[in-house]
C-alpha cells in the first residue's frame, strides 16, 4: 500500500533533484519531434476518413478521362459561332442528342449541332459547348445562336482535374471527406495510411473504483480513464482502457509489460500524491531502452508530467488531478498523437480562436499558466471569462470551452487584453468504440 | 433513358418559374430551424463521446462524498498552527496516517498531527492540511510547522465539485471527455442522448458507375456518394449509402421511399443535368406530407439547391458537382446535422479563422459566392490564397483548406484585406462506420 513509499523525504528529495529539472513547453514539444509515424497499413476507403496518407498517392489515370460539357447547351464546331449576335445569330442543324454516360456515336460536322447535358461526352468533331441560354429553338431541327463560343469553352478536358500521373495528394496529409472524393474518382478502392497510434491508459490510486462501484469512505471513482480515454478518440487514437491498477510496483510493473506490448503509448494517471509519482517513474525505468525525456514543465497546471520512452514506445506520466491532466493532454498529448499518427502534429489541431478577456488575471513568474476559460459573446466581440478553480475540481473543466496561456515572463493578463483562446477537444459523435481492458489486468 | 426529360422548355422553364424563388443564406439557415432534435436514447457512457445531452443532469451525490487533502502534507487543527513562523514554529507530534481511499479510524487532537497525501481523506478532528513544504521533520514523531493555516485551508469539501441535486450538465451539451469524466465522477453510467441523424446519400446519373468499377466511354466514377457520405461522418451524423440510382423515375421513386423510411434525411446528388434536378423535385414533390421549404439559393456555387420535407424527415437535392455539394454541405447540411442531433447549429462548428487575403476577388453582385481557399503562413500572418477551378472539377477541392464568403452586395474583396476562413469539416480517424448500402436498391 504505503503511499509514502519514499517515506525518506531528504531521499525522495535527492532523487528529485537528480531528474526534476523542470522543461518549458516549447523544449517538450521539440522533444515530442523524436517520436516518428508508425507504420503503414491499407484501409478501404470507407474506413480513411481522418486517416493520414503514408505515400504520395498518384493518379493511374486521367480524370476525367473523356472530354465533358460543363453546361447544358450544343456541342458545335467553334468557328460556326464567330461573329453571333442577337441580331445576327448563327444558325444550326441538330443533327444528335447526347446521352449520359453513353459515348456518342457519329460527328458534329460544320453547321450542325447536338444536344449535351452537363457532364456529357462530347461528341467527335465539336470543340466547344453553346449554354442553352445562349441558344434559341427556331423548330424541332434548328437552333440560332446568339454569342459566340471560343474553342474549348465550356469543356473539361481529359486529365484536367487530374492527369494521368500526377500527384493527386501527399504523404502525411489527413484525409477530408473531398480527399476520399477525389481517390474514389481516380479509382482507389483501399489506401495506403499511417496505423492509429494505440494508447493504454492506467489508472492508479489505491481510493480509486470503477466507475459502476459505489464509492466507500475515502474513495472516489475513476474519473481520469474515461477522460482520457475519450481524449485519445477526440484525438484520432485508440484508446486501451487497462483499468485501474493498484498502486504497488508489482501490479503496475506487470500492467506496464503488458501495455507496452499492446500500444504504442502508455499513459499512467496517478493518485496525486507524490509517492504514486515516484512509483511511476520507477516501472517506467525498469522498461527496456529506457530513457527519461521529461520530468516536470514549466506549466500550472500539469507540472508533475513525465515523459519517457522505451524504444519507440511512449511512457507517459500524467499528474492525477484530472483538470492537470487534460491540460498537459491538450498542449502536449494531441500533438503527440498527431505525430505517431503521421501527421506533423501543427496546424492539424483546432486553430485558437481571438477573443477579449473579462477581467484581470494574475500569473506566478518563471512558469506558463494555462487558464480555463468560458466563451461568451457580448456586443458582438468573443468574451473569455477566466474560469477559476481547485485544479482537483473537475467542475471547472465541464464550464470551460478552452485554455488561455499565459507566457512564462508575463504576471498576468488585464481585462480588455486580447487573448487566445485554445478549444478543448471535441469530436462530432461519430460512432467510436473504445477496446476493452484486459479482465485479468484490471481485476481487483 | 432521356437526360431531356423535360423536353419541352418552354414548360420546364414556366416550372421553374413557379418554384424557383431563390432564397438567401439567412432565409435558408432560419428555415432549418424549423426542424428538431430527433427522439431520445440511452448509451453507455463510453459510447457518448461527441453526443448531445437529452436531459439536464443532476448530480444523485456530492462530489467529492468527503473532505480530501488537496496536497501531500500534515492534517491538524488550523488554530494549533496561527502564529506560526520560521523562527517561531508550531510543534506537533505525528500521531496516525491517512492511507488512500480508507476511512482514518482515530481523531486528530489538540497538538497533533497525521500524515495525508493528496486525496486522502481528512480524519476526524482536523480542519485543514499544512503543506509537507511547510514543515519540517524533527524525529520520527515530531514536526515543526513554520506557516499557519486556515481552517479550510488545502482541504476539498464534500460537494465542492458538484453537491447532490446540483446541475452538472445541461440539455443539449456536446459531450466531450471532460463532462463524460464528471458523468462517471457522479456514477453515471448510461447516459441519454439524442439520437444521431441517418442521411440516406443517394446518387444518380446515368453516367456514374461504381468506384470499384472501371469507367467506359462517358462514365464516371461515384464521387459524390463517399464525399457526402464522409461528410455525414465528420459532422456526427450516421450515412447509409443508398449507391447510384439510375435516374429515372420509377427507380428513383423507390429508392426515395425506401431512404425516407430507413433515415431521418435523404440526400440525392443529381447528375448535373436540369433533367435530373426535375426528376429529384418530382419525386421529393410525391411524398407524403410534401412541403417545398427551398428551391434555389443564392449562392454560387450552390444556387440549384432543393430543400424540402415529408413530415419531419428532410428530402434534399443537392448539386451534381461535387464541388457546389460539398460546399452546400458545409454551409447548411453541417448546420442541420446538430439541429437534428440536439445541438444549437451555432457555435459548435469550427470557428472561422481570420486571414489576410493574398489577392483580389471579383464577385458578382446578386448572389454570395464562396471561394475556396488555401492557408499559408507568411512572416507570422495567415494568408488566404484563393484557390480558382471550375466546380465540376474535384481538384480545387482537395487543395483548399477552406470557405470565404463574399457577401451579396459586395463586388469583390481586395488584397490585403482582413477574411474570415471557414474551415473544412474534418474528422480525426477515430473508427467510423457507414451503413452498407442496401444491395436490392444498388444493384445496376
Given at each position: 500500500?504505503?503511499?509514502?513509499?519514499?517515506?525518506?523525504d531528504?531521499?525522495?528529495?535527492?532523487?528529485?533533484?537528480?531528474?526534476?529539472?523542470?522543461?518549458?513547453?516549447?523544449?517538450?514539444?521539440?522533444?515530442?519531434?523524436?517520436?516518428?509515424?508508425?507504420?503503414?497499413?491499407f484501409?478501404?476507403?470507407e474506413?480513411?476518413?481522418?486517416?493520414?496518407?503514408?505515400?504520395?498517392?498518384?493518379?493511374?489515370?486521367?480524370?476525367?478521362?473523356?472530354?465533358?460539357?460543363?453546361?447544358?447547351?450544343?456541342?458545335?464546331?467553334a468557328?460556326?459561332?464567330?461573329?453571333?449576335?442577337?441580331?445576327?445569330?448563327?444558325?444550326?442543324?441538330i443533327?444528335?442528342?447526347?446521352?449520359?454516360g453513353?459515348?456518342p456515336?457519329?460527328?458534329?460536322?460544320?453547321?450542325?449541332?447536338?444536344?449535351?447535358?452537363t457532364?456529357?461526352?462530347?461528341?467527335?468533331g465539336?470543340?466547344?459547348?453553346?449554354?442553352?441560354?445562349?441558344?434559341?429553338?427556331?423548330?424541332?431541327?434548328?437552333i440560332?445562336?446568339?454569342?459566340?463560343?471560343?474553342?474549348?469553352?465550356?469543356?473539361?478536358?481529359?486529365?484536367?482535374?487530374?492527369?494521368?500521373?500526377?500527384?493527386?495528394?501527399?504523404?502525411?496529409?489527413?484525409?477530408?471527406?473531398?480527399?476520399?472524393?477525389v481517390?474514389?474518382?481516380?479509382?482507389?478502392?483501399?489506401?495506403?495510411?499511417?496505423?492509429?497510434?494505440?494508447?493504454?491508459?492506467?489508472?492508479t490510486?489505491?481510493?480509486?473504483?470503477?466507475?459502476?462501484?459505489?464509492?466507500?469512505?475515502g474513495?472516489?471513482?475513476?474519473?481520469?480513464?474515461?477522460t482520457?480515454c475519450?481524449f485519445?478518440?477526440?484525438?484520432?487514437?485508440?484508446?486501451?482502457?487497462?483499468?485501474?491498477?493498484?498502486?504497488?510496483?508489482?501490479?503496475?510493473?506487470?500492467?506496464?509489460?503488458?501495455?507496452?506490448?499492446?500500444?504504442?503509448?502508455?499513459?499512467?494517471?496517478g493518485?496525486?500524491?507524490?509517492?504514486?509519482?515516484?512509483?511511476?517513474?520507477?516501472?517506467?525505468?525498469?522498461?527496456?531502452?529506457f530513457?527519461l525525456?521529461?520530468?516536470?514543465?514549466?506549466?500550472?497546471?500539469?507540472?508533475?508530467?513525465?515523459?519517457?520512452?522505451?524504444?519507440?514506445?511512449?511512457?507517459?506520466g500524467?499528474?492525477?488531478?484530472?483538470?492537470?491532466?487534460?491540460?498537459?493532454?491538450e498542449?502536449?498529448m494531441?500533438?503527440?498523437?498527431?505525430?505517431?499518427?503521421?501527421?506533423?502534429?501543427?496546424?492539424?489541431?483546432?486553430?485558437p480562436?481571438?477573443?477579449?478577456?473579462?477581467?484581470?488575471?494574475?500569473?506566478?513568474?518563471?512558469?506558463e499558466?494555462?487558464i480555463?476559460?468560458?466563451?461568451?459573446?457580448?456586443?458582438?466581440?468573443?468574451?473569455a471569462?477566466?474560469?477559476?478553480?481547485?485544479?482537483?475540481?473537475i467542475?471547472?473543466?465541464?464550464?470551460?470551452?478552452?485554455?488561455?496561456?499565459?507566457e512564462m515572463?508575463?504576471?498576468?493578463?488585464?481585462?480588455?487584453?486580447k487573448?487566445?483562446?485554445?478549444?478543448?477537444?471535441?469530436?462530432?459523435?461519430?460512432?467510436?468504440?473504445?477496446?476493452?481492458?484486459?479482465?485479468?489486468?484490471?481485476?481487483?
Amino acid at each position: 500500500m504505503g503511499v509514502w513509499r519514499g517515506d525518506d523525504d531528504e531521499a525522495r528529495k535527492q532523487m528529485e533533484g537528480r531528474f526534476f529539472k523542470v522543461k518549458t513547453t516549447e523544449q517538450v514539444i521539440s522533444i515530442l519531434e523524436g517520436f516518428h509515424s508508425l507504420d503503414e497499413e491499407f484501409v478501404a476507403l470507407e474506413q480513411a476518413l481522418g486517416r493520414v496518407l503514408s505515400r504520395d498517392m498518384f493518379s493511374p489515370e486521367d480524370l476525367p478521362s473523356f472530354s465533358r460539357s460543363s453546361v447544358d447547351g450544343f456541342a458545335v464546331r467553334a468557328k460556326d459561332t464567330f461573329g453571333a449576335t442577337e441580331a445576327m445569330p448563327s444558325l444550326c442543324e441538330i443533327t444528335g442528342e447526347v446521352l449520359m454516360g453513353e459515348a456518342p456515336e457519329g460527328m458534329v460536322w460544320s453547321g450542325a449541332a447536338w444536344k449535351i447535358p452537363t457532364g456529357g461526352m462530347l461528341p467527335e468533331g465539336a470543340d466547344a459547348v453553346v449554354m442553352l441560354e445562349h441558344s434559341h429553338r427556331l423548330d424541332a431541327r434548328t437552333i440560332e445562336i446568339s454569342r459566340p463560343v471560343s474553342p474549348l469553352e465550356n469543356i473539361i478536358l481529359p486529365g484536367d482535374d487530374f492527369s494521368k500521373g500526377s500527384l493527386v495528394l501527399e504523404k502525411g496529409k489527413r484525409l477530408r471527406s473531398q480527399d476520399l472524393g477525389v481517390l474514389a474518382g481516380v479509382g482507389f478502392l483501399r489506401v495506403p495510411v499511417v496505423r492509429r497510434p494505440r494508447v493504454a491508459v492506467i489508472s492508479t490510486g489505491d481510493e480509486i473504483v470503477p466507475i459502476g462501484k459505489t464509492p466507500g469512505p475515502g474513495q472516489v471513482r475513476d474519473i481520469n480513464g474515461i477522460t482520457l480515454c475519450s481524449f485519445c478518440l477526440s484525438s484520432g487514437a485508440e484508446p486501451i482502457t487497462m483499468g485501474i491498477i493498484p498502486d504497488r510496483l508489482e501490479n503496475l510493473l506487470k500492467a506496464v509489460q503488458a501495455s507496452i506490448t499492446a500500444a504504442d503509448m502508455v499513459w499512467i494517471s496517478g493518485g496525486s500524491s507524490v509517492g504514486v509519482r515516484d512509483l511511476t517513474l520507477k516501472v517506467f525505468e525498469s522498461m527496456p531502452d529506457f530513457e527519461l525525456l521529461v520530468h516536470g514543465i514549466s506549466i500550472s497546471p500539469g507540472k508533475p508530467t513525465i515523459i519517457a520512452r522505451s524504444g519507440a514506445k511512449a511512457l507517459v506520466g500524467l499528474p492525477g488531478h484530472v483538470a492537470s491532466a487534460l491540460v498537459v493532454a491538450e498542449i502536449f498529448m494531441g500533438r503527440l498523437i498527431a505525430r505517431l499518427s503521421g501527421g506533423t502534429g501543427e496546424g492539424e489541431l483546432a486553430g485558437p480562436l481571438e477573443a477579449v478577456l473579462s477581467r484581470n488575471v494574475e500569473s506566478a513568474p518563471g512558469r506558463e499558466d494555462y487558464i480555463r476559460v468560458r466563451l461568451t459573446e457580448k456586443e458582438g466581440r468573443r468574451i473569455a471569462e477566466p474560469v477559476f478553480g481547485k485544479s482537483g475540481l473537475i467542475s471547472s473543466l465541464v464550464v470551460s470551452d478552452g485554455l488561455v496561456r499565459i507566457e512564462m515572463n508575463c504576471e498576468g493578463l488585464y481585462e480588455g487584453e486580447k487573448v487566445l483562446v485554445y478549444p478543448f477537444t471535441t469530436a462530432l459523435g461519430g460512432r467510436r468504440d473504445m477496446i476493452l481492458p484486459d479482465a485479468g489486468l484490471t481485476a481487483r
